[in-house]
């Protein structure tokens, strides 16, 4: 079964410092993609960043990067440097046959 | 810049009353996407467009239609809106439906029902 689990409701960081947003999922495709998406209280989904199936690297796009563990199937988030803009709900996903979206962690930076 | 772009942003309507969202794009992708979003929960997909082939999710209730004129616009109709059906509306698009290609979401449309 595919499957996106997200165990972490709710997140608080002090700004200035990195958080990891945990992410686990579950397929048997061999080929499928991961993403992670930011949706601010004005409600757009963002896209963040994407890793691959077979990407050996983990993935990094600014202040983002993907902490990719395929034999533990977990695709960690993690924000260095926390804004208060940062401030926001995240949601880690998974393409194979569709979209599959996890229920998403909401983080809170403290100033 | 490239963008999807959906009207209106806030849309009320009254219980019952047919309404429709719409959601252009720019991106000239090919695949388009309809999800629903209630509060504190993740988007849920409605259906789908490949190009012109309509795909429905098997739980999409029979309430919700769309259409996709041409390649840049995409609508959603409510013919008889509830109560439940308040939420967020979130088109998007994918340039493929490969595993590779992330959605590009629009601004979303906030639905609510009186």
């Known amino acids: 079964a595919q499957k996106i689990t997200q165990t972490q409701p709710g997140m608080f960081v002090q700004e200035k410092e990195a958080v990891t947003l945990d992410c686990t999922y579950d397929t048997s495709d061999p080929s499928y993609g991961l993403f992670w998406y930011k949706q601010p209280s004005s409600g757009e989904m963002i896209f963040l960043i994407y890793q691959g199936s077979y990407d050996q690297q983990n993935a990094t796009e600014g202040r983002y990067s993907l902490n990719f563990q395929k034999a533990r199937k977990s695709a960690n988030l993690v924000i260095s440097a926390s804004q208060l803009g940062d401030s926001a709900m995240y949601f880690c996903?998974?393409?194979?046959?569709?979209?599959?979206f996890g229920t998403g962690t909401s983080l809170t930076v403290i100033p | 810049d490239a963008m999807v772009i959906q009207n209106p942003r806030y849309q009320v309507t009254q219980f019952g009353k047919p309404v429709t969202l719409s959601c252009s794009q720019t991106l000239n992708h090919n695949v388009m996407y309809w999800y629903q979003q209630k509060s504190s929960q993740a988007p849920k997909l409605l259906f789908h467009?490949?190009?012109?082939?309509?795909?429905n999710e098997a739980d999409t209730p029979d309430n919700f239609q769309s259409r996709r004129p041409n390649t840049s616009f995409c609508f959603l109709d409510i013919r008889s809106p509830g109560l439940g059906d308040a939420a967020m509306y979130l088109c998007?698009?994918?340039?493929?439906?490969?595993?590779?290609?992330?959605?590009?979401f629009g601004n979303g449309t906030r639905l609510t029902v009186t």
């Open positions: 998007a698009t994918s340039r493929v439906a490969g595993v590779n290609s992330p959605l590009h």
């Open positions: 467009y490949y190009d012109k082939d309509f795909n």
């Open positions: 996903a998974m393409r194979a046959d569709q979209f599959y």
